[in-house]
């Protein structure tokens, strides 16, 4: 059975850094996947207005379908009318009929992730007939883990993904976004990233993994 994937994220990088070797996972395996971008990822505190070309670049890299690009400014979404965002996600999930959603974690430290969250699982409330029947949340580096403790309850998966045959796919889109990439010891680098998958994949016992949580699961 073919299922229907759609990662919403926040910005540009996101979905990669969240869910890049799973999406490639889900194309290997012959679903659809779609990725809809709410901000444009750079109009507050970055200069490269090519970031949407990037994302264009990531999606064809992973085979994902044409990306959706809503293009709310970065880190404003809690300015915008929620209601407003969850309509335009409701219209794409009406469109596309996804089975299947990946999004931010509630918990992260950047709000453009958490008012992301909060309008996909407003947007997918459930009801008769709906099509979503799984949503997952993710964990971005320099987003998830810089969290207070004190704000919210840690990442703490139960949803695991062996990702060790796509990673090497993960990091040729994530390449795509080269100039959000840091410098080793920063959370955003390629061997944080490299590091994580391994991580994670040492607690289910493969040699990398990306890791979820389930936020609704209907069988």
Known sequence: ???????????PDDEV??????????????DMAQVVFL???????DDDENRNSNAQKASNILACQQPIFLNYPD?????MPLLDIVKKIETIVSDFQPNIIYTHY?????????????????ACRPQPDFCVKEIYSFEILSATHWQSSSVGSAFN????????????????????????VREYPHARSYKTVDSLAKFRGSV????????????????
């Open 1 to 11: 059975m073919m299922h229907k994937i759609l990662i919403i994220v926040a910005h």
């Open 17 to 30: 850094l969240g869910c890049g070797a799973t999406i490639a996972k889900h194309i290997d395996n012959g």
């Open 39 to 45: 901000s444009d990822g750079f109009s507050s505190r």
């Open 75 to 79: 880190n404003q979404l809690d300015t």
């Open 106 to 122: 509630f918990g992260d430290l950047n709000i453009d992730h958490q008012i992301t969250h909060k309008a996909v699982m407003t």
């Open 157 to 180: 998966p139960n949803y695991f993904v062996d990702a060790s045959s796509f990673m090497e796919k993960k990091i040729k889109a994530l390449q795509c976004y080269d100039n959000e």
């Open 204 to 219: 289910i016992g493969v040699q990398d993994a990306e890791a979820f949580i389930v936020e609704r699961l209907i069988k």
